[in-house]
């Protein structure tokens, strides 16, 4: 079982939010606001954010520039992730990503079931990595984002998290660039 060690030294993650809606602002943005309230209270650094319109190429554009900064080390998005029409953002991770993280959906719905029973069917979450950054897809309730960054990324992003994290493995997440050479 995981646990915390306290003995180790918190190091704060730069997080990039993203909401995919036609139609939240920041004002109207409650799932953006409750993964906000959450990074910063975990001790992690907001390092961007933004509401993006849910079509593929815009999601890919902010995602792609998120992840050529240096700046940002993890990009949470929410919205966009349900069975509709307009539901792409799965389809624009996919584009960018270099290796997907299948086991974040997966424990997502895993959680998400114990609370909505088998509506959590509907949720086509997911994760990945592209370039060192690491990428979270969430749906768009603020529920769902709670239980994302409660349930997951909390633990996943504290490099306290024992036996493993995602934090620890940051530095090493470009090393096959460095083979190419």
């Known amino acids: 079982m995981s646990r915390i060690d306290e003995s180790r030294e ?7 939010v993203m909401t995919v809606s036609d139609t939240r602002t920041e004002e109207t ?4 606001r409750a993964l906000i309230e959450r990074i910063t209270e975990a001790g992690h650094k907001l390092a961007a954010r933004a509401i993006v319109r849910d ?3 815009a999601i890919c554009a902010q995602l792609n520039a998120w992840i050529d900064d240096p700046a940002v080390e993890v990009v949470i998005s929410t919205g966009g992730t349900g069975v509709t029409g307009r ?13 997907e993280i299948p086991g974040f959906g997966e424990l997502f719905r895993m959680l998400s079931y114990q609370k909505i029973g088998t509506s959590t069917l509907q949720s086509r979450c997911c994760g990945g990595v ?18 994302g960054w409660d349930g997951i990324l909390r633990d996943q992003l504290d490099i306290r998290l024992r ?6 493995l940051l530095p090493r997440l470009r ?3 460095q083979s190419r050479g």
Do not use: M
């Not at 036996?163 to 620890?168: H, L, Q, R, T």
């Open 10 to 16: 918190f190091i704060p993650v730069n997080i990039a």
């Open 29 to 32: 943005d409650k799932s953006g």
């Open 55 to 57: 079509e593929i190429d």
């Open 87 to 99: 539901d792409v953002t799965p389809e624009a991770f996919a584009q960018v990503w270099e290796k």
């Open 130 to 147: 592209a370039k060192g950054t690491y990428l979270f897809a969430l749906p768009g309730s603020p529920g769902a984002c709670r239980d």
């Open 163 to 168: 036996p493993c994290n995602f934090v620890e």
């Open 175 to 177: 090393e096959h660039e």
